[in-house]
């Protein structure tokens, strides 16, 4: 499985980005999916993550009620929608599947390269 993150850049406090996520390889639509972030000199951490059918959404407590997480398994894409950012959201963003478990917990199987949000004062 290949994944593809695109929509990273720069934008003010404030301001919203939506990130995306190709997949090919696999069936995508039997997968769930997440994102993940890593901020300068810290560890990766949880964002968001969707399971394989779009009905159920897990959010770390930092992004809930900014971030939306949502999928197309027609086209085979993820998509992130960030809102109200902050600058401490600034961090390369990547995207993730799991082909079985629980999208909240288990350790993903395949990973994209990430793309990076700044999100200026």
């Known amino acids: 499985v290949q994944l593809q993150a695109s929509g990273g850049g720069l934008v003010q406090a404030g301001g919203s980005l939506r990130l995306s996520c190709a997949a090919s390889g696999g069936t995508f639509s039997t997968y769930h999916a997440g994102w993940f972030r890593r901020a300068p000199g810290k560890e990766r951490e949880f964002v968001a993550a969707i399971n394989w059918s779009g009905d159920n959404t897990y959010y770390a407590d930092s992004v809930k009620g900014r971030f939306t997480i949502s999928r197309d398994n027609a086209k085979n894409t993820v998509a992130l929608q960030m809102n109200s950012l902050k600058p401490e959201d600034t961090a390369v963003y990547y995207c993730?599947?799991?082909?079985?478990?629980?999208?909240?917990?288990?350790?993903?199987?395949?990973w994209g390269r990430g793309t990076l949000v700044t999100v200026s004062s």
């Open positions: 993730a599947v799991l082909v079985r478990g629980n999208p909240a917990v288990h350790e993903y199987d395949y």
